[in-house]
């Protein structure tokens, strides 16, 4: 059992900053930042193993995953927000290499995150 908790989420105008952080219990797993704004499926933002990290295409150059492994914490530096970056943001993770950046894919979730970006 993995537990994951998120913060960082807030308010933004259209254009700013924010960056999520998600602590999780365990290591070694694929981990990852999934969002869903109102009326809309899960989606997959941002994901990351040891070998690979890959991006949703609607958030390529504007956001970036990290970890830190030390502090078994995840990152995700979002820039240039846009309006239909507004959404619940969760961290996911599942043991092994990354699958498909599907919210099915994954085990573990933390409880959300809200980020609203007004234009």
């Known amino acids: 059992q993995v537990q994951l908790v998120e913060s960082g989420g807030g308010s933004v105008q259209a254009g700013g900053s924010l960056r999520l952080s998600c602590v999780a219990s365990h290591s070694k797993y694929c981990m990852g930042w999934l969002r869903q704004a109102p009326g809309k499926e899960r989606e997959g933002v941002a994901v990351k193993d040891y070998w690979d990290t890959r991006y949703a295409d609607s958030v390529k150059g504007r956001f970036t995953i990290s970890q830190d492994t030390a502090k078994n914490t995840l990152y995700l530096q979002m820039n240039s927000l846009k309006p239909e970056d507004t959404a619940m943001y969760y961290c996911?993770?599942?043991?092994?290499?990354?699958?498909?950046?599907?919210?099915?894919?994954?085990?573990?979730w933390g409880q959300g995150t809200q980020v609203a970006v007004s234009s």
């Open positions: 996911a993770a599942v043991p092994g290499r990354c699958p498909a950046m599907k919210a099915g894919s994954y085990h573990y």
